[in-house]
């Protein structure tokens, strides 16, 4: 049996490729979750990549991760990162390795991005290397 791995992008997330690619790429979500696949098959993993606008959302889907036996989860929570200490409790409620992801590197960014409510609750983060934090990340998860 294949062990499932959710990958939970946050707000404004179905807009890369388009959004300020200078900081986040040109790859499009699409083009993420056709890499992730493809390295998830060599790794005998499977990945379940969703995107919301909204925290509840984001929530909902940490919880589900759990109760369907996911083998973990990474997150881009986009700017839920630095606000949400509900996404910092739901990581923390959930008995799951949780990776943090970020194309970009927040520490190289604006004060206010400095600050992960979500690393804090994370078991690991990888940032800073666009698209391929997500591979790097998965990969992370294949050696646990």
């Known amino acids: 049996m294949t062990q499932v791995v959710y990958v ?9 490729g388009l959004r300020e690619p200078e900081i986040y790429g040109h790859d499009t979500l699409d083009d993420i979750a056709g890499m992730l ?12 990549m969703r995107q919301s606008n909204h925290e509840g959302h984001l929530i909902d889907w940490l919880h589900e ?6 083998r973990a989860v990474l997150i881009n929570a986009g700017a839920y990162t630095h606000t949400s200490v509900a996404l910092h409790d739901a990581i ?3 008995q799951l390795p949780v990776i943090e992801v970020h194309l970009s590197n927040p520490h190289k960014r604006e004060e206010f991005r400095h600050r992960s409510y979500v ?4 078991m690991g983060t990888v940032a800073g290397f666009g698209a391929n934090s997500y591979i790097v ?8």
């Open 65 to 70: 991760a759990q109760a369907q036996g996911a």
């Open 137 to 144: 990340a998965l990969e992370a998860v294949a050696r646990l």
């Open 8 to 16: 939970l992008n946050g707000p404004n997330l179905n807009l890369l």
């Open 119 to 122: 690393g804090m609750a994370a």
């Open 92 to 94: 923390k409620a959930v």
């Open 37 to 48: 696949e493809d390295r998830a098959q060599s790794l005998g993993l499977e990945i379940d």
